[in-house]
């Protein structure tokens, strides 16, 4: 009985003196290092970047918009903080994180039709776990507010970094991605372009989402940010002409003093299917005309 407790107890403090250590081992990392592959643009996003004009969403910003048209045509430092699978409650910690050291001139936030509605997933916000209680009080008040059993976990290094040791070592094994120093990532022309598709139905916004963007435009406004939310083209076509997410996103817009472009279903793009390299996202060579016409916009005003 003895020697088992003895195996017991010291089996337990090396997985604590491990964690100890990996904690400390990846504190280090994170200040001294960017992130590889699909991380890199967050962790720059998060700890570095200072633009005038910051670039914010899912892989819709991501893909849509050419930061250094924004920046040749505008004299404007831009970087594109898009980042792919994420949802409102994300976007409005990254905006929240970079507001603490750096505030931009121009907001561009990149959604889809039915960003705010039930059908589009919530994101994946535990990528955001390595820079718990690291000096981000928005993501920190997230975690804060997660089950009892989740914040006790998040006491342990083998849990809050397990997500950035497995990815880099993914990425570095695997991952061919390059982003540009100013988060540019666009998507090849396929070789066969997709087809328009009608939808049937369209989605109703959810509250806390709209709780989420219309903090972040009250931030916008507070700060003298000009804020632009775009619906960039997709290659449906849908049965209203103005969808219910879009009327919400269009009032707050207007009660933050924001501008909204709605151009989901723009006729330009939805008779060039060649500028799409699936039906939500453009390629290459839509990204840059659609950027293009959201710059000649900006010089209109």
Not at 153 to 175: E, G, Q, V
Not at 210 to 224: I, Y
Request: charged content about 20%; glycine content about 6%.
């Amino acid at each position: 009985m003895k020697k088992l407790l003895v195996f017991i107890f010291s089996t337990l403090l090396i997985v604590v003196a491990f964690d100890v250590l990996l904690g400390v081992a990846s504190v280090s990392y994170i200040k001294s290092h960017d992130l590889p592959g699909r991380y890199r643009p967050l962790d720059r996003l998060i700890k570095k970047v200072e633009p005038d004009v910051l670039i914010l969403g899912n892989s819709i910003a991501l893909n849509d918009f050419v930061p250094h048209i924004i920046s040749d045509s505008t004299g404007l430092t831009c970087y594109n903080g898009g980042i792919e699978g994420q949802g409102m409650d994300f976007f409005e910690t990254v905006l929240d994180c970079v507001l603490q050291r750096h505030i931009p001139k121009m907001l561009i936030l990149g959604l889809r039709v039915e960003e705010l509605g039930q059908n589009v997933g919530d994101g994946i916000y535990d990528v955001l776990r390595p820079y718990y209680h690291t000096g981000y009080s928005s993501i920190d008040q997230h975690f804060d507010n997660r089950s009892s059993g989740e914040r006790l976990l998040l006491h342990s290094s083998l849990y809050r970094y397990n997500i950035i040791w497995a990815r880099i070592l993914l990425y570095t094994l695997f991952d061919n991605t390059h982003y540009s120093p100013d988060g540019e990532l666009m998507k090849p022309v396929p070789a066969v372009a997709p087809q328009l598709q009608h939808l049937q139905n369209c989605d109703t916004p959810i509250q806390w989402k709209l709780d989420c963007l219309e903090r972040m435009l009250k931030r916008c406004h507070e700060k003298g940010i000009k804020a632009y939310v775009c619906f960039p083209p997709e290659l449906y076509h849908f049965p209203v002409s103005t969808p219910p997410c879009i009327e919400a996103v269009l009032d707050l817009c207007k009660k933050y003093d924001a501008e909204c472009f709605v151009d989901h279903e723009d006729s330009v793009f939805h008779s060039a299917p060649q500028f799409f390299a699936d039906n939500v996202h453009l390629n290459a060579d839509g990204a840059a005309k659609y950027t293009q016409i959201f710059v000649s916009r900006l010089s209109n005003r």
